[in-house]
């Protein structure tokens, strides 16, 4: 039994009505959402708002962190609408099942701990780019279709509404926490809005004019693909790309939400709960997602911290889709707009502005690169991935220039170099040249105290070394030496021929 309330976390301490009205709020937020990421990836918006359901249920119970939201996604609609425009919905719904299934993988595995090599110039990147592409997607609502079927942007009257209810909704969520914190500001604005366009008669967009939401429960459909190799090569590319900008989107999510919240998510159950919710997903006719800052930042935001808030966002969109498609279809999308741009605004990590100066100019360089190709690509997994590479090879050059070498020669004649800075594939250069093997004594000790033999090129760099010295018929000596440096160069042992021994007086490793 204690298992299961761990589980659904039923011990801490839950504001029912905060994490009611939170969910609400989240569930109209995610309707005009789903529908536009469905239309994206060439998929009928009900694929969109099945996918809303199914991952924000299950997520919310099982996953990792509470309080966060998962649904459909820009990120995964741009990676399976290349494969749902030519192969249909069909090995949309596979892809989506096998993209799980390597999720859930990850997280057996415990591969959620990757994250952390994500660097925070990385995260403020990644974090910026989403606001900005959430802002630039809430634009196509300031458009309208003209005669010759073109979008353009509104003039005259219609844009005058319809930014005068967009900065009302921005007024109300902005203020209305100044005045008193009883009533999510977000969900107040929502209704404010509704009540003004519907009081008033005012001609503006709506869900409605987007698509139609009606539908039922999510049937349960395995996709009709023939099980054959062509097949799974066809779609494991995809899956294995979904999977990891799902896990990636989600696991940064987790980080900033943690930050928010001054909790501690676990991500290994996250990938395990996103898998699951992904596999339940494609059986059950919806295009799979991932975790959705935008959304998640509208349930923090708006006080929610347990996973009640969660599985009611979910549970009211299902009954939005079933029961109350015709009232909901009616919502202003200024209202809407409003509220994605307010959180845009929160999104977006003002701070690392501030921080340029004090930054180094390569993490100045990683954040503004990882933005860039965030905004532009649409692509999060690959903004993240540039971003890690480039900031491991400039701490791979940076600690490549920190490798030193102190020289004396003692009352005996030997000469010691004292070596300082990690010594691997990278410093292997600057390393070598340090020594003077034809002008050095007979007898020569490099002490290793403060260095550390990380890779296999700083084995090679000892192995090749000791070779020079042994061909003048000189004696070298590998002084203090780590154990885990010892290790190493016993498993290499086998493979290049490094042999070395402890000196029982001095604790030296001798290379014969």
Request: hydrophobic share 55%; proline share 3%.
């Amino acid at each position: 039994m204690k298992k299961i309330f761990h589980l659904f976390d039923f011990r801490q301490k839950v504001d029912y009505k905060i994490e009611i009205m939170a969910g609400i709020t989240v569930a109209l937020a995610l309707i005009p959402e789903a529908v536009a990421f469905a239309l994206i990836a060439g998929l009928s918006p009900l694929t969109g708002l099945y996918a809303a359901f199914v991952m924000g249920l299950v997520t919310a119970i099982f996953g990792g962190r509470p309080g966060m939201i998962s649904g459909a996604t820009g990120a995964v609609a741009v990676v399976i609408v290349a494969l749902a425009v030519s192969h249909g919905p069909e090995y949309v719904f596979a892809t989506v099942v096998f993209a799980g299934i390597i999720q859930i993988l990850a997280g057996v595995f415990r591969l959620g701990k990757l994250i952390r090599l994500v660097p925070h110039s990385v995260i403020f990147g990644f974090v910026n780019g989403l606001a900005i592409i959430i802002f630039m997607s809430q634009l196509d609502q300031f458009k309208t279709v003209n005669e010759a079927g073109e979008l353009v942007w509104m003039t005259g009257e219609s844009l005058y509404i319809i930014l005068g209810l967009v900065l009302l909704t921005m007024l109300i969520i902005w203020g209305l926490p100044k005045l008193t914190k009883v009533f999510p500001s977000t969900l107040a604005a929502i209704l404010v809005v509704f009540g003004i366009v519907a009081f008033f008669g005012i001609d503006t967009k709506t869900v409605g004019d987007i698509a139609s939401i009606q539908g039922g429960f999510p049937p349960f459909h395995i996709p009709m693909v023939p099980f054959t190799w062509e097949s799974i090569v066809l779609i494991f590319p995809y899956a294995a790309i979904m999977a990891g900008v799902g896990l990636i989107e989600s696991l940064l999510t987790l980080n900033i939400i943690d930050e928010i919240t001054e909790t501690r998510g676990r991500g290994n159950k996250e990938c395990v709960a996103q898998g699951s919710a992904n596999i339940l997903s494609g059986f059950f006719s919806g295009m799979g997602g991932c975790a959705m800052l935008g959304q998640s930042l509208i349930n923090v935001s708006s006080g929610a911290r347990a996973r009640l808030s969660g599985i009611v966002a979910a549970v009211m969109l299902l009954v939005f889709i079933m029961f109350a498609a015709d009232i909901i279809q009616l919502l202003p999308m200024a209202a809407l707009t409003g509220l994605m741009i307010m959180v845009a605004i929160g999104t977006f990590e003002w701070a690392s502005l501030r921080t340029f100066r004090r930054m180094p100019k390569s993490d100045v360089l990683v954040m503004v690169l990882v933005t860039f190709v965030t905004v532009i690509l649409h692509n999060l997994a690959l903004a993240v991935l540039i971003g890690v590479i480039i900031s491991a090879l400039v701490f791979a050059w940076d600690n490549a220039k920190r490798i030193r070498a102190r020289k004396r020669i003692d009352e005996e004649g030997i000469k010691h170099y004292e070596i300082y800075g990690p010594l691997f594939f990278g410093s292997v250069s600057a390393f070598n040249e340090k020594f003077d093997v034809l002008n050095d004594p007979d007898e020569v000790v490099i002490d290793f105290s403060e260095s550390r033999i990380v890779d296999m090129s700083g084995i090679e760099a000892v192995n090749k070394l000791t070779e020079r010295y042994l061909k003048q018929e000189k004696k070298l000596h590998l002084r203090h030496l780590s154990a885990d440096c010892r290790r190493l160069l016993d498993k290499a042992d086998k493979i290049i021929e490094v042999n070395i021994l402890e000196d029982p007086s001095y604790k030296v490793a001798v290379d014969k």
